[in-house]
């Protein structure tokens, strides 16, 4: 089983910024991508950015060029250092990491972002 933490939410004022992690831990052989969703109230969750495991990354058109991914791979951890952060970024951010020896991708149970001033 693995386990999946995110931490770092917070409340920051409109062009502020937030650095999130995400932790995965437990019975770890091998990761492939680690990826962030986000989930604002009354939407459908919705991809974020996710990187691989040779660094590859990928954004939703909404945060590229403001938002930017990285990982340990040693410490099974991912960060997403969001910038210029506005109101609409506001929602739960999940982390989600997928296992490629079992198959099995791993939801963490989210941290609340919300860009108010």
């Known amino acids: 089983q693995v386990q999946v933490m995110e931490s770092g939410g917070g409340l920051v004022r409109p062009g502020g910024s937030l650095r999130l992690s995400c932790a995965a831990s437990?019975?770890?052989?091998?990761?492939?991508?680690m990826a962030w969703y986000r989930q604002a109230p009354g939407k459908e969750r919705e991809f974020v950015t996710d990187i691989t495991r040779g660094g590859s990354t990928k954004y939703a058109d909404s945060v590229k060029g403001r938002f930017t991914t990285s990982r340990d791979n040693a410490k099974n951890t991912v960060y997403l250092q969001m910038n210029s952060l506005k109101p609409e970024d506001t929602a739960v951010y999940f982390c989600y990491v997928f296992h490629d020896y079992d198959g099995i991708g791993y939801w963490g149970q989210g941290t609340q972002v919300t860009v108010s001033s």
């Open positions: 437990g019975a770890i052989f091998s990761i492939d991508a």
